[in-house]
């Protein structure tokens, strides 16, 4: 126990996580991240892609999968007895592009499209937006340039990372288009992005859904993200047993996260790979398949 601890605490000095992120949590001598570490069989993980497995990059196709990350993830996966989700706005198509070959389990554009088993269909939630309020979140783009707006089948995102001062006017205008539609609508603000989005879904829900299945079910659910759209994720995880873990960046601040940016979370995920690999490799243990339906 000795070496556990030790590397533990290797890992939570390089990987910076707060101190004062291991309040209301009661494991002995260890933050929420090193909780993680010290029982790696016990937990299911669910974590978000842009902003904390990848850097944020100027548009969401110019983002960068660095070397080693899909073979960590699907080593994860396998170690922790295939409880690995992916919670994203983006499309789990798009999830596939970016980690190729893998088609991690996972949900999409904020808990509307969903895919419960690995390599399995994904399916649609949500019924998708009507063709006139497209043509309307269409037509945003032309108040600036720089702003980039993405069909998402149940939702659409207006990016302005490239217009930044655009912010309240696009805001305006999202809020009086989705005011203005039969269709029931929220509007999400993540960093840098408006999506408008069928209300009664989030990654909460996608959390606690895969949770109630094969092979999550039975295990502390712990997400990891960095941004507005993951507070559901963290709500239903501390509610259903288990945890958030922030991620610093541009709406948590480094005093309140549990990493300080992604190189952090890639730490943290190599160390977890690590302890299940051994843990694999010990004498009567398993690797935490699981027998039971769902
Ligand atoms: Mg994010």
């Known amino acids: 126990m000795v070496a556990l601890a030790e590397e533990i605490q290797q890992i939570l000095n390089s990987s910076v996580i707060s101190a ?28 978000d892609i842009d902003g904390t497995l990848l850097s944020v990059a100027p548009t969401p196709d110019a983002v960068m999968v660095p070397p080693g990350l899909v073979q960590l993830l699907d080593g994860l996966a396998s170690g922790l007895g295939g409880a690995l989700a992916i919670l994203t706005g983006r499309r789990v198509a798009d999830a596939d ?73 696009l805001e305006t205008e999202l809020a009086a288009i989705i005011a203005s539609s039969a269709y029931d609508l929220v509007l999400r603000k993540g960093r840098k992005v408006l999506e408008a989005v069928p209300s009664g879904y989030s990654k909460g829900t996608a959390l606690a859904t895969l949770l109630s299945r094969s092979p999550f079910k039975g295990r502390s659910p712990v997400m990891v993200g960095d941004d507005v759209g993951d507070e559901s994720a963290f709500i239903a995880a501390e509610r259903l047993g288990g945890m958030g873990l922030r991620v610093a960046g541009e709406h948590f601040d480094k005093q309140e996260a549990d990493f300080d940016g992604v190189a952090g979370v890639h730490a943290w995920l190599k160390a977890l790979a690590g302890r299940l690999a051994l843990q694999g490799a010990a004498p009567g243990q398993s690797t935490g398949q699981s027998t039971h339906a769902g």
């Open 20 to 47: 004062g992120a291991s309040e209301g949590l009661a494991v002995s001598g260890l933050n929420k991240a090193g909780a993680v570490l010290a029982e790696p069989e016990k937990w299911a993980l669910f974590i």
């Open 97 to 169: 592009r970016l980690f190729a070959p893998l088609k991690l389990v996972g949900s999409g554009v904020h808990g509307t499209e969903l895919r419960s088993e690995r390599g399995g269909p994904i399916t649609t939630l949500a019924p998708a937006i009507p063709s006139d309020v497209i043509g309307a979140m269409n037509n945003i783009a032309g108040i600036a340039s720089g702003i980039l707006v993405e069909q998402k089948g149940c939702g659409v995102a207006v990016h302005y990372r490239n217009a930044p001062l655009m912010r309240r006017a």
